[in-house]
């Protein structure tokens, strides 16, 4: 069996590659500073945009009254996310289009890329019936219990949770399993190829015995996951799935070692040179983090047999992110080492979840889940400092190169586990 080689080889072929990457960056930079300059050049400017959050807040007024209100986080045409306030009558207009005129000449360039606050007046509400809408009250229909089927609009059209609603699945560790990603997308793209395989193989038979399949099916599938991260307004944590499946699958083809750091320093370099305002993602960082530590484990790990490395991993990866769980959102509750359980049999429960959906049977897991969101009522906060988070990077990246780092960030991750288990004991 030929071995497979390295993707850099020489500090040449890194010399080039961030000469490539810094260029495109260069240039993706000015293009957002040509559309920053455009939004400020007036004191106001007409925005189309879409809806992505709505929700209710109460400030207390200078006369002592307590004033509702209605937040919108909108994401516009030109691909920059803001945030407006409306009056508390408003309709629910979550994924729907609307023109409004935006006074936000006094933002810095920072702010833009980062996501700002504008005061706004609404002037038109589309009345388009997009295919997400369908899909949702498609969903909808099928569910008595809101909350269940705001999960399932989560899992399948990416749709904002209520904060409540989320807070419950951060208390149980799980909210990686509702905000779609690319574990999502492995699921995704198994189904894709399993259905595939036959007819293609099939038809290759008989028309076109030439081909490859490997790589028409992985086109396909590609070109299939690329329509869904349109379909959903691609989501950065997807974003960087589909951008790393893409690059892993040349590589692979070409001989180059795709379980390594490297490609997946290629992949993040490439997506934040070409997508800018991605550095400012929690959700793509975190993605990355994820996949950093399933790939530390296959390169330290990969001797071991498959069916251990299968049932190891979901406790290295859980044991690893503790760290940025408890330091960027601090919720942890006794049932929250649990998500180990729950994200193994996630693999199949989502797929067969979108099967029955789509016989109209969706609601037979309804008790089930009830039941998961109720043992998420009860938890605590816990205050991790952001230095501990920077602690656990730091021993993240000494593991790269040495296994004495590997050691200690295990047992600092260990040691974050046991702190939180005793805290909420």
Same mark, same amino acid.
């Given at each position: 069996m030929l071995e497979r080689v390295p993707l850099f080889t020489n500090k040449r072929d890194v010399f080039h590659f961030f000469l490539l990457a810094f260029t495109l960056f260069a240039l993706s930079l000015s293009y957002e500073f040509?559309?920053?300059?455009?939004?400020?050049k007036f004191d106001s400017q007409l925005i189309d945009a879409l809806v992505l959050k709505q929700y209710t807040k109460t400030k207390l007024t200078k006369k002592g009254k307590i004033k509702h209100y209605q937040v919108l986080k909108l994401k516009s045409d030109n691909g920059f996310t803001f945030y407006t306030s409306a009056s508390s009558k408003l309709p629910d207009i979550r994924y729907k289009k609307v023109q409004l005129e935006a006074w936000a000449g006094e933002i810095s360039f920072y702010e833009y890329l980062?996501?700002?606050y504008a005061h706004s007046k609404i002037l038109q509400i589309y009345d388009t019936d997009s295919y997400r809408e369908k899909l949702n009250r498609n969903i909808d229909a099928q569910h008595k219990n809101s909350d269940i089927s705001l999960l399932y609009q989560a899992l399948f059209s990416a749709k904002q949770l209520p904060y409540e609603l989320q807070k419950k699945f951060s208390?149980?560790?799980?909210?990686?399993?509702?905000?779609?990603?690319?574990?999502?997308l492995s699921v995704l793209g198994g189904i894709l190829f399993f259905l595939?395989?036959?007819p293609y193989k099939f038809l290759q038979n008989r028309y076109f015995p030439y081909r490859s399949y490997r790589v028409d099916s992985f086109w396909i599938v590609a070109l299939s996951l690329y329509g869904y991260l349109l379909f959903l307004d691609t989501p950065p944590s997807l974003l960087r799935a589909i951008v790393?499946?893409? @690059?892993?699958f040349i590589l692979y083809d070409r001989g180059v070692e795709i379980i390594s750091m490297q490609t997946l320093l290629l992949t993040a370099v490439l997506i934040i040179a070409l997508a800018p305002r991605l550095l400012f993602s929690i959700?793509?960082?975190?993605?990355?983090?994820?996949?950093f530590y399933i790939f530390l484990f296959l390169i330290y790990f990969w001797h071991l047999k498959k069916l251990i490395q299968f049932l190891l991993l979901p406790f290295w990866v859980y044991l690893l992110m503790l760290p940025y769980s408890l330091a960027l959102f601090g919720n942890f509750s006794i049932y929250h080492p649990l998500s180990i359980l729950w994200t193994s049999l996630f693999t199949l429960f989502y797929p067969l979840g979108i099967f029955l959906h789509l016989l109209g049977f969706g609601?037979?897991?309804?008790?089930a889940l009830l039941a998961l969101i109720d043992l998420g009522e009860d938890a605590k906060v816990i205050h991790f400092d952001k230095i501990i988070l920077a602690v656990a990077i730091l021993l993240s990246l000494g593991a790269v190169y040495k296994r004495s780092f590997l050691y200690l960030l295990l047992l600092f991750s260990f040691s974050s586990f046991i702190?939180? @288990?005793?805290?909420v004991t």
């Open positions: 040509y559309n920053y300059k455009e939004l400020t980062h996501g700002f208390n149980l560790g799980i909210s990686h399993l509702i905000a779609i990603s690319g574990f999502h595939l395989k036959y790393m499946l893409i @690059i892993g959700g793509f960082w975190l993605s990355v983090a994820g996949v609601y037979l897991f309804d008790d702190y939180a @288990i005793y805290y």
